[in-house]
């Protein structure tokens, strides 16, 4: 009687135990961490193990895994072509390269059955075996740094043209008619350099003079053409 009550016991908790997992299995993705050994588990039966160590070596196609302190088995079918054997580095290997005490990353589906936590394999990994070469990531390409684009601005109109005054607000990156007049006369009052050639585009030498005349003029040098300073250059055109 206290033989078959022990092993009674021992059911009953090999079932608790298989219990437990199916439950995790189907119940959520598991995530599990110990000692450098992960295990992934998803609602569909998937599974990703990561540092399982081979307890012991069955035969050339069955394994006994160790993870999580849960013991699966492993068996291989050898007739089917689609399971991946690899080293670590990705490099084929043979399944006769794989021994006891080798620590290995597995893809595939888990089940439970007889008692027992089971594998089946899409992909077999030996961590423990360095075949092959570890390629170091590409590198990132720079950025290319590329010049900044000339904003367009809105095409003036007939009667502004005509009259030559500054009819709006103008900023660096723009170009046109405007800029042009604007130009001249940071040119002719002396602060456009000589060396300058008014060519229509609101660049770096444009804000520099432009800032140099609203400094002479008490106002913010801001660099931009905004309504005080078009008024103020707009009633020194006229003269």
Not at 73 to 96: C, F, N, Q, R, W
Not at 125 to 142: N, R, V
Not at 196 to 209: D, H, L, N, V
Request: net charge positive; with cysteine; hydrophobic share 40%.
């Amino acid at each position: 009687m206290l033989s078959f009550s022990c092993n009674f016991i021992d059911i009953m908790k090999a079932n608790i135990k298989g219990l437990s997992l199916v439950l995790l299995v189907f119940a959520f993705p598991v995530f599990a961490e110990t000692s450098g050994q992960e295990i992934h588990i998803y609602p569909n039966g998937e599974i990703h193990l990561i540092g399982a160590e081979i307890f012991r070596k069955h035969a050339n196609n069955f394994f006994t895994l160790k993870s999580w302190d849960i013991k699966w088995t492993m068996p291989i079918d050898l007739t089917d072509t689609k399971i991946k054997i690899e080293s670590a580095y990705g490099v084929p290997i043979e399944l006769s390269e794989i021994l006891e005490g080798h620590l290995l990353e597995i893809k595939g589906k888990t089940k439970y059955q007889n008692f027992e936590h089971s594998i089946d394999p899409i992909l077999i990994k030996d961590l423990s075996i360095k075949k092959g070469e570890l390629l170091p990531p590409p590198p990132i390409p720079p950025v290319p740094i590329s010049a900044p684009v000339p904003t367009p601005m809105p095409a003036p109109t007939t009667s502004s043209i005509n009259s030559g005054k500054l009819t709006m607000t103008l900023k660096p990156g723009y170009w046109g008619g405007q800029v042009k007049i604007l130009q001249e006369f940071l040119k002719k009052q002396g602060y456009f350099p000589k060396s300058e050639s008014t060519s229509r585009y609101f660049g770096p030498a444009t804000k520099s003079a432009l800032m140099e005349f609203q400094k002479a003029n008490a106002l913010e040098a801001a660099g931009t053409l905004g309504p005080k300073t078009r008024v103020l250059i707009n009633s020194l055109l006229g003269q």
